[in-house]
């Protein structure tokens, strides 16, 4: 499994970025998104580039039923990467 470094980021241009992207198990409009836990301590919530975006439906789903996460981590891990790294691409930031 892919270990991030800590660290806070909190931008909220990149959660409104993120409303324009289609939900990753879906691909429905009408995302939000997901925070998946930090690989050190495992709290929610802290980390902006630490999402993935789910429709509503399928946001509950997750919540609903922890062991399908669990399960889907390696690969979200990898997408909440990419599009943090995409948003940033597009601002010339990288």
Same mark, same amino acid.
């Given at each position: !499994? !892919?270990?991030?470094?800590?660290?806070?980021v909190?931008?909220?241009? $990149?959660?409104?970025?993120? /409303?324009?992207?289609?939900?990753? !198990?879906?691909?429905?409009? +009408?995302?939000?998104? +997901? +925070?998946?836990?930090?690989? &050190?301590?495992g709290?929610?919530?802290? /980390?902006?580039?630490?999402?993935?975006?789910?429709?509503?439906?399928?946001?509950?789903? !997750? +919540?609903?039923?922890?062991?399908? =996460?669990?399960?889907?981590?390696?690969?979200? $891990?990898? &997408?909440?990467?990419?599009l943090?790294? =995409? $948003?940033?691409? &597009?601002?010339?930031?990288?």
């Amino acid at each position: !499994m !892919m270990i991030l470094k800590p660290k806070k980021v909190k931008d909220l241009k $990149y959660r409104v970025w993120l /409303r324009g992207k289609r939900c990753m !198990m879906c691909g429905k409009h +009408h995302v939000t998104g +997901h +925070h998946l836990p930090n690989t &050190e301590g495992g709290q929610r919530r802290s /980390r902006d580039d630490l999402q993935i975006v789910l429709c509503l439906n399928c946001h509950q789903k !997750m +919540h609903k039923n922890p062991n399908d =996460e669990r399960s889907l981590l390696p690969i979200f $891990y990898r &997408e909440a990467k990419k599009l943090w790294d =995409e $948003y940033n691409e &597009e601002r010339g930031l990288k």
